[in-house]
T-cell receptor, first 117, second 115 residues
């Protein structure tokens, strides 16, 4: 079965410092990978996705993610963190069956990012 | 509105009661999804629709859960004989088509509490 893992429950970083939120995946074949952010009492907001092509994907709010096939990772990064980036971040992968990628997203357990001023 | 909307935002009910949760997708989006998010967990897939038909309902936990999308737009998730374990945030999402690389756009969710 396809899965993603977010090994850190929480990441703490000082404002202005670079941030990384980790995600690893287990998928047969080529993965379709996504990052979403969830602010308190709000729905999930799409940040970026990797489908194919360049391993470095740029998304919303200055975030980017690096797809690494050899390490089966898709870590989320930002060069300079803002206090307003504090939120819950979810990595997700498209599920697959015998017919290929499905429309079902499989989410990780989430990582709480806390940016201190 | 421009985004996915869900009503009600909060629903408190008693064990054994019936509830309906509504989702209005982004206009023109043909695919609609329901997920359930328990406290401290990521969303878990329940069902998705392409048009009016349920294309995959493999995530529905049991036959107390049912969803419809009669006109290919608004969807209703129905839960019969609610149990305390059904308490969660129910999220709806829509996307522009069936292509697996299309991102899904989520609504704010309905927080269901079963007493």
């Amino acid at each position: 079965a396809q899965s993603v893992a977010q090994p850190e429950d929480q990441v703490n970083v000082a404002e202005g410092n670079p941030l990384t939120v980790k995600c690893t995946y287990s998928v047969s074949g080529n993965p379709y990978l996504f990052w979403y952010v969830q602010y308190p009492n709000r729905g999930l907001q799409f940040l970026l996705k990797y489908i194919t092509g360049d391993n470095l994907v740029k998304g919303s709010y200055g975030f980017e993610a690096e797809f690494n096939k050899s390490q089966t990772s898709f870590h989320l990064k930002k060069p300079s963190a803002l206090v307003s980036d504090s939120a819950l971040y979810f990595c997700a992968v498209r599920d697959k069956n015998y017919g290929g990628a499905t429309n079902k997203l499989i989410f990780g357990t989430g990582t709480l990012l806390a940016v201190q001023p | 509105g421009a985004g996915v909307s869900q009503t009600p935002s909060n629903k408190v009910t008693e064990k054994g009661k019936y509830v309906e949760l509504r989702c209005d997708p982004i206009s023109g989006h043909t695919a609609l999804y329901w997920y359930r998010q328990s406290l401290g967990q990521g969303p878990e897939f329940l069902i998705y629709f392409q048009g009016t038909g349920a294309a995959d309902d493999s995530g529905l936990p049991n036959d107390r859960f049912f969803a419809v999308r009669p006109e290919g737009s608004v969807s209703t998730l129905k839960i019969q004989r609610t149990e305390r374990g059904d308490s969660a945030v129910y999220l709806c999402a829509s996307s522009g088509g069936l292509a697996a690389y299309n991102e899904q756009f989520f609504g704010p969710g309905t927080r269901l509490t079963v007493l």
